[in-house]
Each structure stands twice: as structure tokens, then as C-alpha cells.
């Protein structure tokens, strides 16, 4: 019995380290596991690095856009703000155009009561020599130095500004010349300016004598000029300051020639003609001189 009991106790023994080193590799493998399992949770949280850089890639494109977006509005809110600024010029232009007019017509008919002085014959002949020259050329005391293009004043006889049609002309009733010259005049005024043209050529060919002649012929060329007839204002213009350099209406005559000038992209010869009044009548009105800037500036004299 005791031997029994002895080799029970010692196979007991023997049995409890096999257990323990069993149990070891159980261990073992449940690290094993744990450590596995835990790689795969690591892999599988690494994408979401790069998600992040996506959705920031998207929002740098997206930035991209909206600033180039931005870029074309400024580009388009420029492009608005000079029409706007060349609009406002012409507004402002158009405004002192009609304020200069309105002076002149309030004060023209005190002017032209007085009598006109004749230029002499020398400074008709230096008229009449127009062969031109260089825009920086400095015109002194005539007109004959400056560059009038024969292509842009073609059309009729310089010194006939007062062809027109007769039909029209016997149509119109017998007048005086107080009469007639207030119907031309009024005329003006109302802006009916083909009507205006028509009395105040017969004005010039009924009364050539009259204290008011050179002011007809400025007004005949205005009124040519309001009708876009520019290559026959300026003929007309011509003509009426060659024939009339010191009257009352000279300077304005000077001033309306280098318009009209303008108005047939002749830069170079309405930029001298511009200078010429300033030139020719330092006394000028300030609202004539004024004119004259505004008009330089316009075709950057």
C-alpha cells in the first residue's frame, strides 16, 4: 500500500512542471495573438492618413478656383470702372460744351453790333500759301503756316461757303436783315440747325455789309459743325477768319476750325490750329481758354 502511495505522489509530482509548460505555450500564444490582432487594428488605421491629405489636396483646388475667379471680377470691375471713368468725361465734356455754348449765345449779340475790321491784303496772301509744315512748328502771327490736308477738305471752293440750294433759298420770304438775322439766330437757339444754315447763308449773300457778317459766317459754321458737316464747317471757317482775324468772333472761329479739324482725325493741324488761339488772342475769354484746354487735353495736343 505504501508503495502505492509513494508512486502516485511521485507521478503527481512529475505531472504538475508538463502542466505548467503546457500552459506556457497557451500564453504564448494568446501574446501571439494579441500582438497579431493588434498589427492588423494598425494597418488597418493607417488610410486615414491619407484621406486627410485628399480632402486637403480638394480644398487647396477648390481655393485655386475661387482665386482665379476672384482675379477675372477685378479684371471685369476694371473694365467697368474706365468705361465709367470715359463716360463721366464725356458727360463732363458734353456739359462744358453746352455751358460754353450758352455764354457765347447770351453774349453774341451784343458782340456783334460792333463793326468787323478787314484784314489787310498780306495777311490774306500768307492765307492763302497754306503748304504745311510740322506739328511742332510754332505758327506766327498767320495761319498760313499750319497743315490743312487737301484730302480732308475736299468738297466745293474754299471761299464759296455760301453755295446752296436756290430752290430753297427762293422759297424762304423777303425779309429784312434785323428780321432775317433774328430767324437765323433764333434758329440757333432752338436747334434747328439745317434751317439755321440755310438764313445765314442768305444772310451773307443778301448783306455782305452788314456789322454782323462775321458773326453770320461763325454761326453758318456752327451750324455746320452741329450737323456733322465738319469738311464744310471748316471751310467755311476758314474763310471767315481769313477774311475776318480781328472781329469779335475770330477767336471762337479759330477754336471751332481746330474742332472741326478734330472731328476729321486731322490731329496734327487742330492742335496747331488750338495753340494759334491762344496765340493770336492772349485777351480771349476765360471761357474760351478754357474751351481751348479742354479741347487739347481731348486730343492730348
Given at each position: 500500500?505504501?508503495?502505492?502511495?509513494?508512486?502516485a505522489?511521485a507521478?503527481?509530482?512529475?505531472l504538475?512542471?508538463?502542466?505548467?509548460?503546457?500552459a506556457?505555450?497557451?500564453?504564448?500564444?494568446?501574446?501571439?495573438?494579441q500582438a497579431?490582432?493588434?498589427?492588423?487594428?494598425?494597418?488597418?488605421?493607417?488610410p486615414?492618413?491619407?484621406?486627410?491629405l485628399?480632402?486637403?489636396?480638394?480644398?487647396?483646388?477648390?481655393?485655386?478656383?475661387?482665386?482665379?475667379?476672384i482675379?477675372?471680377?477685378?479684371g471685369?470691375?476694371e473694365?467697368?470702372?474706365?468705361q465709367?471713368l470715359?463716360?463721366?468725361?464725356?458727360?463732363?465734356?458734353?456739359q462744358?460744351d453746352?455751358?460754353?455754348?450758352?455764354?457765347?449765345?447770351?453774349g453774341?449779340?451784343r458782340r456783334?453790333?460792333?463793326?468787323?475790321?478787314?484784314?489787310?491784303?498780306?495777311?490774306?496772301?500768307a492765307?492763302d500759301?497754306?503748304?504745311?509744315s510740322?506739328d511742332?512748328?510754332r505758327?506766327e502771327?498767320?495761319?498760313?503756316?499750319?497743315?490743312?490736308?487737301?484730302?480732308?477738305?475736299q468738297g466745293?471752293?474754299?471761299?464759296?461757303?455760301?453755295?446752296?440750294?436756290?430752290t430753297?433759298?427762293?422759297?424762304?420770304?423777303e425779309t429784312?436783315?434785323?428780321q432775317?438775322?433774328?430767324?437765323a439766330?433764333?434758329?440757333?437757339?432752338?436747334?434747328d440747325?439745317?434751317?439755321a444754315?440755310?438764313?445765314?447763308?442768305r444772310?451773307i449773300q443778301d448783306?455782305p455789309?452788314?456789322?454782323?457778317?462775321?458773326?453770320?459766317?461763325?454761326?453758318?459754321?456752327?451750324s455746320?459743325?452741329?450737323?456733322?458737316?465738319y469738311?464744310?464747317?471748316a471751310?467755311?471757317?476758314?474763310?471767315?477768319?481769313?477774311?475776318?482775324?480781328?472781329?469779335?468772333k475770330a477767336?471762337?472761329?479759330?477754336?471751332?476750325?481746330?474742332?472741326?479739324?478734330a472731328?476729321?482725325?486731322?490731329?496734327?493741324?487742330a492742335c496747331?490750329?488750338?495753340?494759334e488761339?491762344?496765340l493770336r488772342?492772349p485777351?480771349?475769354s476765360?471761357?474760351?481758354k478754357?474751351?481751348?484746354?479742354i479741347?487739347?487735353?481731348?486730343?492730348?495736343c
Amino acid at each position: 500500500m505504501n508503495i502505492r502511495i509513494a508512486a502516485a505522489t511521485a507521478l503527481f509530482l512529475a505531472l504538475i512542471p508538463a502542466q505548467s509548460f503546457s500552459a506556457s505555450p497557451m500564453t504564448n500564444f494568446g501574446s501571439l495573438y494579441q500582438a497579431t490582432q493588434g498589427g492588423v487594428s494598425g494597418e488597418e488605421s493607417r488610410p486615414a492618413a491619407p484621406v486627410i491629405l485628399a480632402q486637403a489636396g480638394d480644398m487647396s483646388f477648390r481655393v485655386g478656383q475661387l482665386e482665379e475667379q476672384i482675379r477675372a471680377l477685378n479684371g471685369r470691375i476694371e473694365e467697368l470702372s474706365f468705361q465709367l471713368l470715359e463716360m463721366q468725361e464725356q458727360m463732363r465734356r458734353m456739359q462744358e460744351d453746352n455751358e460754353y455754348r450758352f455764354q457765347e449765345l447770351e453774349g453774341g449779340g451784343r458782340r456783334g453790333d460792333a463793326a468787323p475790321a478787314r484784314q489787310d491784303d498780306t495777311d490774306v496772301a500768307a492765307m492763302d500759301s497754306v503748304t504745311g509744315s510740322s506739328d511742332q512748328d510754332r505758327v506766327e502771327g498767320t495761319l498760313g503756316e499750319l497743315t490743312f490736308d487737301q484730302d480732308t477738305l475736299q468738297g466745293g471752293e474754299l471761299d464759296s461757303p455760301t453755295n446752296t440750294d436756290q430752290t430753297q433759298t427762293a422759297a424762304l420770304p423777303e425779309t429784312g436783315s434785323e428780321q432775317l438775322w433774328n430767324a437765323a439766330y433764333g434758329n440757333i437757339l432752338s436747334g434747328d440747325y439745317a434751317l439755321a444754315e440755310q438764313d445765314f447763308q442768305r444772310f451773307i449773300q443778301d448783306y455782305p455789309d452788314s456789322p454782323k457778317i462775321s458773326d453770320a459766317y461763325f454761326w453758318l459754321g456752327e451750324s455746320q459743325y452741329a450737323q456733322g458737316q465738319y469738311n464744310v464747317a471748316a471751310r467755311t471757317l476758314l474763310t471767315a477768319h481769313k477774311q475776318f482775324p480781328q472781329s469779335a468772333k475770330a477767336p471762337e472761329m479759330l477754336l471751332k476750325l481746330g474742332m472741326s479739324l478734330a472731328a476729321l482725325d486731322n490731329r496734327d493741324t487742330a492742335c496747331a490750329t488750338y495753340r494759334e488761339v491762344l496765340l493770336r488772342y492772349p485777351k480771349a475769354s476765360d471761357a474760351l481758354k478754357k474751351k481751348v484746354a479742354i479741347e487739347q487735353g481731348a486730343m492730348s495736343c
